[in-house]
């Protein structure tokens, strides 16, 4: 049988706490990260200034999904980190 891959997101994370968060999750394999600019989709979150910030908090490869209208302008960034996934919607 294959592994699960659990990957828990950060989207609804206390960002007050937010390395306490992480090491909570400190044994997933992934940390999903949804990148939304509120014009792709209505939502607003984060951008790859977290993604950097988790990576220096965990050493856990990152799962990002970016819901935005210019991809590109992200992967410029994000591409350089090295995370396990990048999902443009």
Same mark, same amino acid.
Do not use: W
């Given at each position: 049988?294959?592994?699960?891959?659990?990957?828990?997101?950060?989207?609804?994370?206390?960002?007050?706490?937010?390395?306490? *968060?992480?090491?909570?999750?400190?044994?997933?394999?992934?940390?999903?990260?949804?990148?939304?600019?509120?014009?792709?989709?209505?939502?607003?979150?984060?951008?790859?200034?977290?993604?950097?910030?988790?990576?220096?908090?965990?050493?856990?490869?990152?799962?990002?999904?970016?819901?935005?209208?210019?991809?590109?302008?992200?992967? *410029?960034?994000?591409?350089?980190?090295?995370?396990?996934?990048?999902?443009?919607?």
């Amino acid at each position: 049988m294959e592994k699960v891959a659990i990957c828990p997101s950060i989207l609804a994370a206390d960002f007050t706490n937010l390395a306490a *968060e992480l090491h909570r999750v400190k044994n997933a394999d992934y940390i999903h990260i949804d990148v939304m600019d509120g014009h792709f989709v209505p939502n607003l979150s984060f951008g790859p200034m977290v993604a950097q910030a988790v990576q220096r908090v965990v050493d856990i490869p990152l799962d990002v999904h970016l819901m935005v209208t210019n991809p590109d302008q992200y992967l *410029e960034t994000l591409i350089p980190m090295q995370p396990g996934f990048i999902t443009v919607h």
